[in-house]
């Protein structure tokens, strides 16, 4: 069976899994607690240790949810790492204080939404913390503030952001007194942006893996009725018979993981099945006009 290699996000930044496992919808899966510790220990049999949320996942359940699995399964917290997010406020029974979806990049709210995040994960430390959307009120100064008292603390050891653009990034790291080991962004066949907005320029000049969130297309790859989608479907269909069976997805991750910023895919699944595939890709490199064939029935046309 194929393992997961473990691998640093950045020079000086933390070891993480290869493929991590997201827990966005672990609430919609309704799985209960013996589910959810088979979901994890399937993970770790495979090498994936690194396990993404956010605070707001599920209306502010998922991590309760895993936390609660994670503290029965007798599994040591050593063994694993947490990544979360915060900085998006929702309207929600579970935070009657908050009147508007909003984002909040104070120094309260961060550390505020950390402390609440390892309460509910029943965990000591953060090994990765990341703000969830760029806040056009955000001032670095307080998201510093926070950033410096949560690693002084022990509460969190790494920091990174999710969904910012290169200007957003580059404006608050000048500003931090910790470094940004990361960023999260949406990237699969079809999602193509980071390539024009510069994302991926960034990322490989300061030499930092960045994360991708739905690297499947949120499954409108396989679902969706558009002259997109259906060229995608051909073209991975046909190259999967020129590796001998392999399945759309497993195509499209592996186009996903052969770009040199080398990206670690977030898995949204909570199949083992589909992990166990996801995993298998590791082993599966795509030719270079492979790779442009997939590119072109995205964009859909050749390149100029």
Not at 105 to 116: D, G, Y
Not at 139 to 163: C, M, T, W, Y
Request: net charge neutral; glycine share 8%.
């Amino acid at each position: 069976m194929m393992m997961v290699p473990q691998i640093d996000l950045c020079k000086d930044g933390p070891r993480c899994s290869r493929i991590v496992h997201g827990l966005w919808r672990l609430a919609d899966w309704n799985k209960n607690p013996a589910e959810i510790r088979e979901l994890i220990a399937g993970c770790l049999e495979l090498g994936i240790t690194t396990f993404d949320h956010a605070d707001i996942y599920g209306d502010y359940t998922c991590e309760s949810l895993f936390g609660g699995a994670l503290a029965d399964s007798g599994i040591d917290r050593s063994q694993i790492q947490l990544v979360t997010k915060c900085g998006i406020k929702l309207v929600s029974h579970n935070r009657p204080g908050h009147g508007i979806k909003c984002y909040d990049t104070s120094t309260a709210h961060i550390v505020a939404s950390v402390e609440s995040s390892l309460k509910s994960l029943r965990v000591d430390f953060i090994d990765l913390l990341l703000i969830h959307r760029p806040d056009p009120l955000m001032d670095p100064h307080q998201v510093n503030e926070a950033f410096v008292a949560l690693r002084d603390s022990g509460k969190v050891r790494h920091f990174g952001v999710s969904n910012f653009l290169p200007s957003q990034f580059e404006m608050l790291a000048s500003k931090l007194d910790v470094p940004l080991v990361t960023n999260q962004i949406e990237y699969s066949v079809m999602c193509l942006d980071p390539h024009s907005d510069g994302s991926l320029d960034l990322c490989q000049r300061l030499d930092i893996r960045p994360m991708a969130w739905s690297p499947m297309g949120g499954g409108r790859l396989f679902h969706e009725d558009s002259d997109r989608a259906r060229r995608l479907r051909d073209v991975l269909g046909r190259i999967g018979r020129q590796f001998g069976g392999a399945s759309m997805d497993q195509v499209a991750l592996a186009w996903l993981l052969a770009h040199p910023a080398r990206f670690v895919p977030v898995l949204g699944t909570g199949r083992l099945s589909r992990i166990r595939r996801a995993v298998e890709v590791l082993g599966l490199s795509l030719s270079r006009d492979q790779w442009f064939e997939i590119w072109c029935a995205s964009t859909g046309h050749d390149v100029p």
